[in-house]
């Protein structure tokens, strides 16, 4: 399914895609309380140390993203960090192959409207 690449490499693209949702959401939502949360206390016996937002900020540093919560304010600016990891990492293909996707869509789109359109033509002569 995903050729020779590392599961692990899509999985950390994922990680910065949800990263910058939760970084773009309002800070009154339990989501964003807990992925901004640091937990104080000791945790219980057999729960794992490590909490989502700390592994999600490992990924982060792993990426070499500086000011990571501003840049996730912005949209346009944090997808363009995102494509950029996945050109480092190899997963270009995967949005060359979304696109392609994408403009056959079109076409066939294009293809049903002008059908529509002779058909509508030869229907009123």
Same mark, same amino acid.
Request: glycine content about 8%; hydrophobic content about 25%.
């Given at each position: 399914?995903?050729?020779?690449?590392?599961?692990?490499?899509?999985?950390?693209? %994922?990680?910065? @895609?949800?990263?910058?949702?939760?970084?773009?959401?309002?800070?009154?939502?339990?989501? %964003?309380?807990?992925?901004? @949360?640091? !937990?104080?206390?000791?945790?219980?016996r057999g729960l794992p140390k490590k909490t989502?937002g700390i592994v999600y900020k490992q990924v982060?540093?792993?990426?070499?993203?500086?000011?990571?919560?501003?840049?996730?304010?912005?949209?346009?600016?944090?997808?363009?960090?995102?494509?950029?990891?996945?050109?480092?990492?190899?997963?270009?293909? !995967?949005?060359?192959?979304?696109?392609?996707?994408?403009?056959?869509?079109?076409?066939?789109?294009?293809?049903?409207?002008?059908?529509?359109?002779?058909?509508?033509?030869?229907? @009123?002569?």
């Amino acid at each position: 399914m995903f050729g020779d690449f590392c599961i692990l490499s899509i999985v950390r693209v %994922s990680r910065l @895609n949800w990263t910058g949702h939760v970084c773009r959401m309002d800070s009154n939502r339990r989501v %964003s309380r807990v992925f901004n @949360n640091n !937990h104080q206390g000791r945790r219980l016996r057999g729960l794992p140390k490590k909490t989502d937002g700390i592994v999600y900020k490992q990924v982060i540093t792993k990426c070499k993203i500086t000011n990571w919560k501003e840049r996730s304010k912005n949209t346009a600016d944090w997808k363009k960090y995102i494509k950029e990891e996945k050109v480092r990492i190899g997963l270009q293909w !995967h949005l060359r192959r979304r696109r392609r996707r994408r403009r056959r869509r079109i076409r066939r789109r294009k293809k049903k409207e002008k059908k529509k359109k002779e058909e509508g033509r030869g229907g @009123n002569e």
